[in-house]
């Protein structure tokens, strides 16, 4: 197996037998359930466990109730997708959830329980109490036993701080990858048999997102750039609840806060979720986000109020260790007042078309976990179908390729070629351009959008691609020019497919096609 690279030539070319970029839990559980046969290299753009799956906290929903079944898992995920997703995907991922738990508490995850039964909470859209979780920190759990199991299997190479740019295709193959090594500033090559995309959302196109500062687009722009189909884009899920300070940066407010009885309220204390839906703060979140964002508009407020201190503050500090830890430091203690709270951007619901297996349209090229479009989500996800999905198309997908010969990629890529460009002495313009992409997705491409919004963004993101493509190719790569260029592409796809929807349907949400379209279907860019 390939010894990590020693940096010793200026142009590095590693081959293994799958190339895994991205170290979220889609990533870490697929490079598990590959054959210990088999060389893997995984390929962490930051630090391993600096992903959104670290910092999701609800859970992971399953099946695990004797008073829950299958079908009202399957139903509830439906009618939240609002008619969009693909019913067979969603019964193979509800069936394959208890396996999916059961797999994790093999890798070392503890699943918060009472006695001898899961605790399990609620969250929008679900029926029944079915989100298995570790306190409010599932996420990072499952993140650091999963990493830990990796770290012990000798056929798997970890290379962290490495930013994918490009897919290395030839006829319709795949056959690896261009990846800068961020410590060297050099381009390596990856070569291998098959290559799985597990590298996230999207949601940092977005001036505000719950999202780390990893979400910037990568693989559905490196996936559109090699010819992939990217499916339903417009449906951005914006997360109702993140905490509203200055030195917040976001923080979420896990939805299992209103899954407990939590209340939102005006400064006044007036509770409003009624007028919307009669569902109340158990509404899916497309209706939450944007109820909050129009009592926001309408009062003209900088945010509304989540109240959970009724809970008491023992019972609080064992629910949601995370959530009052982080808050005290902002002292804001919510076993005594309420939280205030602003949307903000969290979910990519589409991607890289994918069947049950991964697979994309491009031969030996999989995705998987939210990078991927599986089908199950539709219109708008589910709360804590996200990890489920992750898991279980991370297992399918290994599936797949233990199940198979690899036979040595045909075609033959040259290093990459530097030599025609100089180092910028401008990098103020990357930072410009990366600023004014979000900030005009967030006030054009929001919660709420129109014609003439989507049509200036499109517009204006025209001209910064062209900006981008010339600076890119004047100038040495670097980490923030990669993530510029896929920031730009992701945002002219999401506006693409935004402006080819005319109607209103889960997540997005267009005031002048308020209502939804007796023609199902599903956006292909």
């Not at 048999?193 to 959302?201: C, F, P, R, S, V």
């Amino acid at each position: 197996m390939p010894k990590q690279a020693k940096y010793s030539s200026p142009h590095e070319q590693h081959q293994f037998d799958v190339l895994i970029i991205g170290t979220g839990s889609a990533g870490l559980m697929s490079a598990l359930q590959l054959s210990r046969h088999l060389s893997v290299a995984l390929i962490a753009k930051d630090e391993a466990l600096e992903g959104s799956s670290f910092y999701a906290q609800g859970g992971i929903s399953a099946v695990l109730d004797a008073h829950d079944n299958f079908e009202v898992h399957v139903a509830d995920t439906l009618s939240t997708a609002a008619g969009l997703a693909d019913e067979a995907a969603v019964k193979f991922m509800v069936k394959n959830a208890p396996a999916a738990i059961s797999s994790l508490e093999s890798s070392g995850v503890r699943f918060t329980k009472d006695s001898n039964n899961y605790h399990l909470t609620t969250e929008g859209g679900h029926t029944n109490r079915r989100v298995a979780h570790v306190a409010d920190k599932t996420g990072q759990s499952i993140q650091v036993n999963l990493l830990d199991n990796v770290k012990q299997c000798k056929n798997i190479t970890l290379f962290e701080n490495y930013i994918a740019i490009d897919l290395l295709i030839k006829d319709g193959q795949c056959s690896g990858a261009y990846i800068l090594n961020k410590s060297t500033h050099q381009v390596e090559s990856f070569v291998a048999y098959k290559t799985i995309l597990a590298t996230g959302g999207a949601s940092k196109v977005y001036l505000y997102t719950s999202n780390p500062d990893t979400s910037t687009g990568d693989g559905i722009a490196m996936a559109s750039r090699a010819g992939c189909h990217i499916m339903n884009m417009e449906f951005a899920q914006f997360h109702p609840t993140c905490l509203y300070h200055p030195h917040a940066k976001s923080f979420l407010i896990s939805e299992t806060i209103r899954g407990e009885g939590g209340k939102l309220h005006l400064p006044n204390g007036e509770t409003f979720m009624h007028k919307y839906d009669e569902r109340g703060e158990l509404a899916p979140r497309d209706i939450v986000a944007r109820a909050i964002d129009s009592e926001m508009k309408s009062g003209g407020l900088d945010c509304v109020y989540l109240d959970i201190s009724f809970k008491g503050k023992n019972w609080i500090q064992k629910h949601f260790p995370t959530i009052y830890n982080k808050c005290q430091t902002f002292s804001i203690d919510i076993s005594k007042t309420s939280m205030p709270v602003v949307p903000s951007a969290h979910y990519t619901c589409g991607g890289i078309d994918t069947d049950l297996k991964g697979l994309t349209n491009i031969s030996n090229l999989y995705a998987i976990g939210e990078v991927a479009h599986t089908g199950v989500h539709g219109a708008n996800r589910m709360a804590s179908n996200s990890l489920l999905e992750c898991i279980v198309f991370a297992k399918s997908c290994a599936q797949d390729i233990n199940q198979q010969v690899l036979a040595p990629p045909h075609c033959k890529f040259d290093p990459w070629d530097a030599s025609r460009v100089a180092p910028s002495k401008e990098k103020v313009v990357v930072t410009h351009l990366w600023d004014e992409v979000r900030l005009i997705m967030w006030n054009f491409v929001g919660i709420v959008r129109s014609d003439r919004r989507l049509n200036y963004a499109q517009q204006r993101l025209e001209q910064i691609e062209k900006e981008v493509d010339e600076y890119y190719s004047l100038y040495l790569i670097s980490s923030d020019l990669v993530e510029l260029r896929n920031l730009v592409r992701t945002a002219q796809i999401i506006i693409k497919s935004a402006l080819s929807r005319k109607e209103s349907r889960g997540l997005h949400y267009n005031e002048d096609h308020p209502n939804q379209s007796d023609s199902i279907k599903n956006t292909i860019i």
